[in-house]
């Protein structure tokens, strides 16, 4: 268990402005530079490496050095965990203060996003609402199941769901992930970043520019209400 100091020390670094800003911009899962992440928490260069060099001691982000570029990312999964729980708790006092009217980005961000590596918003608890409903899943409090009808629906939309369990990453093949938006679960782990990824390699979804959000595509909403009979409108 982390001692007070510990945890008092991880609070602290997610929570100053400009760290909180850097650390929700690489919640999509992708690596950034320096001076990315520098815009995205509101700050010069010059300090952004300061902020940066604080959050990879702590061990909250890691570096990916490419030639002579260097990349910033989420150093786990945990992180990304921590950082969803966050703006729940952070929603939920903002909702009790005074209710907001959210624009167009808020409204794609409630409809479908990605929480680091797996599908979150409405769309990412109606896949995991189907699989459960379909009996091809089952979810607990912290960790799940995949059926062999879930294995065998996998598969039928082409994914390598043997290559999935022959892999020994040491992360959980299912589990739940409380999604801050709808406040119920949506499916993460090796399953989760999987069904992602494939969603994004099949044309099934695609990046919105300069936000966490993702929009469906034609081809998407016809293949999500065949494989998984859901429809969002």
């Not at 991880?10 to 919640?27: C, E, K, Q, Y």
């Not at 062999?148 to 093949?173: H, K, N, P, Q, W």
């Amino acid at each position: 268990m982390a001692s007070n100091a510990v945890f008092a020390e991880i609070a602290a670094l997610a929570g100053d402005p400009a760290r909180a800003g850097m650390l929700h911009s690489l919640m999509d899962g992708r690596a950034l530079t320096a001076s990315e992440l520098a815009r995205a928490g509101g700050i010069t260069p010059q300090t952004a490496s300061g902020h940066l060099a604080k959050l990879i001691a702590a061990g909250l982000l890691a570096v990916d050095r490419q030639g002579r570029h260097r990349y910033h990312r989420l150093a786990s999964p945990a992180v990304a965990r921590m950082m969803e729980s966050i703006m729940a708790v952070a929603s939920d006092a903002t909702s009790s203060r005074r209710r907001i009217v959210v624009g167009p980005r808020d409204a794609a961000l409630r409809a479908a996003r990605t929480c680091y590596d797996h599908l979150a918003g409405r769309l990412g608890v109606a896949l995991a609402d189907a699989l459960v409903a379909g009996g091809h899943m089952e979810l607990g409090s912290d960790a799940g199941l995949l059926t062999d009808s879930g294995m065998a629906l996998l598969g039928d939309i082409g994914m390598d769901v043997e290559g999935l369990f022959a892999r020994r990453t040491g992360r959980l093949l299912c589990r739940p992930c409380l999604d801050w938006s709808e406040r119920r679960p949506h499916l993460a782990g090796t399953i989760g970043a999987a069904l992602c990824a494939h969603c994004f390699a099949e044309g099934w979804i695609r990046r919105s520019e300069g936000t966490r959000a993702v929009a469906i595509t034609p081809k998407g909403q016809l293949r999500f209400r065949q494989a998984f009979g859901v429809t969002l409108s």
